[in-house]
């Protein structure tokens, strides 16, 4: 047997948003894209694990697991149902809550946008608005006025990448599902520029809490005719960001897999041209984000090529999240970095184990490379709405019977529990 020791003070977290587990969220935009017609979400969210109700025995059974973090969202489109008009009977319920995750000896890590928008926000255009980022802005002054020196730790905006990426140039099933290149940097700009309101209003009202972003970032690797398409995917869904993050508190990295780009030689020098010049990438790189749209829509598909994968279609690769952190540590030297989620889509929970061990094995050697790796985020603490997916992909520490709503903690849970309280993970020889 050996031990990985941690350093003292190692936030150890698991977490959630607020449409994905809350339930109810109907004055969203993800609860209309979820029940239009020609959805591409397999089914609603519905009433989801109701953590809105429940969230008090939810965060006492994260605490007695031995957690001292729990990264959660407040939800925008519940805060502000009209413009302009803030529900103060919401803002006393995150009041509440937050409340709760302290009693359970758990730091809170708000989370302020994961993904979705107030209808009245996406009717103005979402992020291809320039109202929108003053508009969350607003709204993000006054959730940390309502929560005061309650909250410490602010997550402003959860993967910009993949809202952009998603959204915008319609690569993945997401509203409001806009094509196009130049919507997709339009929409990159406008998130930049909400984060960068919102942190100086963080640190004008709390100068002591920390902000920072999500970051979606993946272990890239490539041959030599793929160097050209990973240098401009990564820079656009990942690096535009980090650069746009250099004053932030601390960043934060979500990681779960790692992404191949192989292509034939003479594919190299052809796509730098293509990728360089403007009106051949509005033609190219869009039919490139409808073929990863249909092939990120039925998982099953990428599971015939004999690579090990998650229910999620993605390469199995826990090691991926030590790459991506200390990528952010060569671009950033110095400054702290969370690891705000990490974890696998499986019904096998003895692989959830061992994607858990695997991965902060990896990690360990970065901290006594001096990189300031302060804490590490499993996701998720239950199984939840997995967006276009639905409830199919099992993240969950805990799972739920969503007919009784009966919490079910897994082995998992108490694996990482465990390595929480002692601030060690002990490995078998």
């Known amino acids: 047997m050996s031990e990985l ?10 977490a959630t948003s607020a ?11 993800w609860w209309d894209w979820e029940l239009r017609p020609d959805t591409p979400t397999r089914e609603p969210s519905g009433k989801a694990i109701e953590h809105y109700r429940h969230y008090g025995r939810d965060t006492a059974m994260l605490g007695e697991l031995g957690f001292n973090m729990y990264r959660f969202g ?13 529900d103060e009977s919401v803002l006393e319920h995150y009041r509440r809550v937050v409340a709760a995750v302290r009693r359970a000896g758990m730091e809170p890590l708000l989370t302020l946008h994961h993904f979705t928008l107030p209808k009245w926000v996406a009717a103005q255009g979402g992020w291809l608005s320039d109202r929108t980022p003053a508009l969350f802005e607003r709204y993000v002054r006054r959730v940390v006025e309502a929560l005061g020196d309650r909250v410490d730790w ?8 993949v809202v952009a990426f998603g959204g915008y140039l319609g690569a993945i099933p ?12 339009r929409s990159i700009a406008g998130l930049i520029a909400a984060h960068r309101l919102a942190r100086a209003a963080i640190k004008e009202l709390r100068p002591a809490a920390r902000a920072g972003v999500a970051h979606s970032m993946q272990e890239w690797v490539s041959n030599w005719g793929g160097r050209p398409a990973l240098e401009y995917s990564r820079r656009l869904n990942e690096d535009v960001f980090l650069a746009a993050c250099k004053d932030d508190d601390y960043i934060g990295v979500n990681t779960y897999t790692r992404q191949r780009i192989d292509l034939p ?12 010049v403007g009106a051949l990438e509005r033609r190219v790189v869009p039919r490139v984000a409808e073929r990863i749209a249909a092939a990120a829509s039925d998982p099953e598909l990428l599971m015939r090529d004999g690579v090990r994968r998650t229910q ?4 199995w690769r826990p090691q991926a999240v030590a790459a991506t952190v200390r990528r952010v540590a060569e671009l950033h030297p110095g400054k702290p970095i969370l690891v705000t989620e990490h974890g696998v889509a499986t019904a096998n929970d003895e692989e959830r184990i061992e994607f858990i061990r695997d991965g902060l094995t990896a990690l360990h050697p970065l901290i006594g490379e001096g990189i300031p790796l302060r804490g590490y985020i499993h996701w998720s603490a239950f199984d939840n709405f997995e967006w276009a997916y639905g409830y199919q992909m099992l993240f969950g520490l805990i799972a739920v019977d969503r007919k009784t709503q009966e919490r079910i903690i897994r082995p998992s849970a108490r694996f990482l529990g465990e390595i929480a309280r002692t601030n060690r993970l002990v490995i078998a020889e």
Not at 74 to 86: D, L
Not at 265 to 276: C, D, E, F, K, T
């Open 312 to 315: 999620m279609g993605w390469e």
């Open 19 to 29: 449409h994905q587990t809350e339930g109810g969220n109907s004055n969203s935009d």
């Open 74 to 86: 407040v939800e925008w489109a519940r805060i502000e149902p009209e413009e302009g008009r803030f």
């Open 265 to 276: 030689a003479p594919m190299g020098p052809i796509s730098r041209v293509v990728l360089s």
């Open 5 to 14: 020791v941690y350093p003292d003070g190692f936030l150890w977290g698991t």
């Open 154 to 161: 602010y997550m402003t905006i959860n993967e910009p990448g």
């Open 174 to 185: 997401f509203p409001p599902a806009t094509r196009g290149v130049d919507n997709w940097r």
